[in-house]
């Protein structure tokens, strides 16, 4: 953020400071599938296919969504820096994994919403544990939400009452699907547990023991056992908010990763903890469900689960690669 002079950093700083505060964005399973190569005035975000989980991500949806979630992390960190972005998404059909050429395009008036998503990435969290809530997440909170994503070219449908059922459905049949398939359970071992490295994967103290609730969550566990008491809830009051686009093509899987990261600062912000739902994208046919539950033509792109936390302690942050590693300075 600018200094108390009022001040803002150079452009060179902002940008190293924005690609910084990026690794904090949500990934699938927290592989943090992205690398930002900074040449003079631009930052250039590229889609790490080291990091693309094979069995559940043939064509590199989530990969690249999870990078439009570091995209808009960066976009926040800027504006709340004092500094406009300029975004040129997929600039080059030659070069897929370039998926961002990221800019200052001049000064930017810092405004309360900026400061607020910028506290909101440090502060979010992905809490898996079902929801103890006694009330509702307020119709304006709701309002909000749906704001959010439709600013990054994205949208929500909310999962209405009537169609809680066929969410559950959704979820129960990936997570049969997926408990048998060899290849995802090898990937999950490989991602979860700290067996992949200390800075990245699914760390076991957010593992959550599978307990009732109106819709299954993934389970993490597999051999191993829960670290994270679930505590008393039952998600009576979650929100199950589907991430929609008009289109399928990768810039609107990019939109989409932008568009999660914007609801979940601001849902973060309102005091709402969340979660993601990628399984019930994952496997086609419960992705094909869920698209029947849009109010019109669309493409499911992830599923976010929101509630008001009322358990004693917020669960641990998700460990996070050394910047040296997701970024390439040059000159």
Not at 153 to 182: M, N, P, Y
Not at 219 to 234: A, C, I, K, N, Q
Request: charged residues 25%; glycine residues 8%.
């Amino acid at each position: 953020m600018a200094d108390v002079s009022g001040a803002p950093p150079d452009e060179a700083t902002a940008l190293r400071a924005a690609a910084m505060e990026a690794g904090r964005a949500p990934s699938i399973l927290n592989t943090q599938p992205w690398r930002w190569r900074m040449r003079g005035d631009e930052l250039a975000l590229y889609a790490d296919q080291s990091r693309r989980i094979a069995s559940i991500d043939p064509d590199g949806r989530f990969m690249t969504l999870s990078c439009g979630a570091a995209l808009h992390h960066a976009r926040v960190a800027l504006a709340a820096a004092g500094r406009e972005p300029a975004v040129v998404r997929c600039p080059d059909p030659g070069d897929p994994d370039l998926l961002a050429r990221v800019r200052v395009a001049g000064s930017h008036e810092v405004r309360r919403e900026d400061v607020d998503n910028e506290r909101s990435i440090n502060r979010r969290r992905s809490d898996r544990r079902p929801f103890p809530a006694v009330t509702p997440v307020p119709p304006d909170t709701l309002e909000a939400l749906h704001e959010a994503a439709a600013g990054e070219h994205a949208w929500l449908h909310r999962v209405g009452a009537e169609q809680i059922t066929f969410l559950a459905t959704a979820g129960e049949g990936a997570a049969e699907i997926q408990s048998k398939d060899e290849a995802y359970r090898a990937d999950l071992r490989t991602w979860t547990g700290g067996a992949h490295g200390s800075g990245e994967g699914v760390p076991p103290e957010t593992f959550v023991s599978p307990t009732e609730r109106r819709v299954p969550v993934r389970d993490f566990t597999l051999d191993s056992g829960s670290m994270l008491d679930p505590g008393y809830g039952d998600d009576r009051y979650a929100e199950y908010l589907i991430v929609a686009t008009d289109e399928d093509l990768p810039v609107d899987w990019l939109r989409a990763g932008e568009a999660v990261s914007a609801v979940w600062l601001a849902a973060t912000t309102r005091d709402l903890a969340g979660s993601v739902m990628s399984d019930v994208v994952e496997v086609p046919g419960a992705r094909t469900l869920l698209a029947g539950l849009l109010p019109r033509r669309g493409y499911p792109q992830l599923v976010l689960r929101f509630g008001f936390d009322q358990q004693q302690r917020q669960p641990p942050a998700s460990p996070r690669r050394p910047p040296g590693s997701t970024i390439d300075i040059g000159s």
